[in-house]
């Protein structure tokens, strides 16, 4: 789970953690392949989840659609012959992370719609992160359902693709969240909730691995290559 690629903001800025130097990216992305892994958008990475298929991959994504993973992490993966998903807030492309701003947090702008298509062109994947990035459980039920189903229309129209794979902004989610977002049509979900994914887990509950500006190359390969991450493996409790 990665949100920016860039340079991260100053120090004391809120969340600065949160963004990941883009020579750390690539030093990260290259471990991977030199360690025999395939880095999958979650599309790809489904056969894997569902036992139907074996190997070392894994999944690559990231929360919001910075314009700067389109810069900065995009010519990284291409060039490795690596694939991911990036979660869109549907109706802000071309806007900033809005939601942040009120804590202090630095703008950063949003993938505009050509920038979109050029990821998805390329064979990267476009996943919902709902219209305008909302809490889904302190909205109402009809809230929430129009925020999960129309932000998929919406992004099939512009894109003119299949959007199957969502996630819960902030990581709030409940089993009604969760069903919704089945009832939606989307394949599978993933939430901020800590460890690898297994293969008995719920497809609408899926955990990550968070990568933060302070993951060491030593960490990100034990996060990501060796059951450290079950060690600490949070489930979702409603």
């Known amino acids: 789970m990665y949100h920016q690629v860039g340079v991260p903001a100053p120090k004391g800025s809120p969340y600065r953690g949160l963004t990941v130097h883009p020579t750390d990216f690539r030093r990260q992305m290259t471990w ?38 389109f810069q900065n992490a995009m010519p990284v993966l291409d060039e490795l012959g690596f694939t991911a ?13 809005f939601w942040d701003q009120p804590k202090g947090v630095p ?12 990821w998805v062109n390329a064979g990267h994947e476009a ?12 909205v109402s039920s009809e809230i929430a359902h129009y ?14 693709v299949e959007v199957s794979a969502f996630c819960y902004p902030y990581g709030d989610q409940n089993q009604g969240i969760r ?3 089945r009832q939606a049509g989307y394949l599978n979900a993933t939430t901020t909730n800590r460890g ?10 899926l955990p990550r691995v968070t990568v933060s ?17 079950d060690k600490r493996r949070t489930v979702s409790r409603s």
């Open 32 to 69: 991977l392949k030199r360690l025999g892994y395939r880095g999958l958008s979650m599309a790809q990475l489904m056969p894997y989840l569902r036992g139907e298929k074996q190997g070392k991959v894994v999944g690559i994504s990231f929360d919001d659609g910075y314009r700067n993973v």
């Open 85 to 97: 998903t990036n979660y869109i807030v549907a109706r802000h492309l071309d806007g900033s992370n």
């Open 107 to 118: 703008h950063s702008g949003l993938m505009s719609l050509p920038e979109l298509r050029a």
């Open 127 to 138: 996943g919902s992160h709902t219209l305008d990035h909302v809490h889904l459980t302190d």
């Open 147 to 160: 925020q999960i189903a129309q932000s998929k229309a919406e992004l099939q129209e512009a894109l003119q």
């Open 179 to 181: 069903e919704q977002v």
């Open 196 to 205: 690898l994914a297994r293969l008995d887990d719920d497809l609408f509950d």
């Open 213 to 229: 500006r302070s993951t060491n190359i030593l960490r990100f390969l034990q996060k990501c290559v060796t059951r450290l991450e």
